[in-house]
């Protein structure tokens, strides 16, 4: 499985019609596309910072859907007035308790490991992570994306409610801790966001 996440850099006064766009236009198109498993988007009504996420079946139904995903971008970007960034990923693992409602909310920890240390750093998130974060109040479901040519991972988790990841703080603040100490990886960002649209059919993967 694999995904495609594209980053807004959106005026937070624009996010409303943003994801109204996504939702209206961006999403039925990509969901008829060849291989497409789901989408999902996140925002921060604070800094403006929101994510949009496609899942796929395999690496070539995500390569090969690149062209027109370009222009539902472009499309994207301006209801947004945003800059955009994309990244590509494969998905290591996913685990969900049970699908989330309104006002769930997603914590997004974004990682880099050496290439030679992600088997243990898919090893460490299923062996020490999931069986630590399954148990909080509230939890929804986790999933962990790679990208070994760089050496980047994202770990997103997804709460019940803005209440319930707050009270996950210390718990997950304790994890990501331990992680860097022992796989030496280096954390470059942690964002929370509320979960604007949670449609991934991603199968577990843990």
Request: hydrophobic fraction near 40%; charge should be negative; aromatic fraction near 6%.
């Amino acid at each position: 499985m694999h995904a495609r996440s594209t980053t807004f850099d959106a005026r937070p006064e624009s996010i409303d019609a943003g994801i109204a766009v996504f939702r209206a236009e961006v999403m039925p198109a990509v969901s008829d596309m060849p291989g497409c498993i789901g989408t999902s988007f996140l925002a921060d009504r604070e800094s403006g910072r929101c994510i949009a996420t496609t899942a796929w079946e395999n690496n070539a139904a995500m390569r090969s859907s690149a062209d027109q995903v370009r222009s539902l971008r472009a499309k994207a970007a301006k209801a947004f007035a945003a800059g955009t960034s994309v990244d590509e990923w494969e998905i290591a693992a996913l685990h969900r308790d049970h699908r989330s409602g309104e006002g769930a909310c997603v914590r997004a920890t974004w990682l880099k490991a050496r290439p030679d240390q992600f088997n243990r750093v898919v090893e460490f998130y299923k062996e020490t992570v999931l069986p630590e974060i399954e148990q909080l109040d509230g939890f929804c479901s986790t999933s962990l994306m790679t990208d070994r040519a760089t050496g980047r991972a994202v770990v997103s988790t997804t709460y019940d409610s803005h209440a319930a990841m707050e009270r996950s703080r210390d718990v997950a603040r304790s994890l990501r801790t331990a992680l860097l100490r022992d796989l030496g990886a280096d954390q470059f960002d942690v964002g929370e966001f509320e979960l604007a649209i949670a449609q991934l059919r991603v199968p577990e993967m843990a």
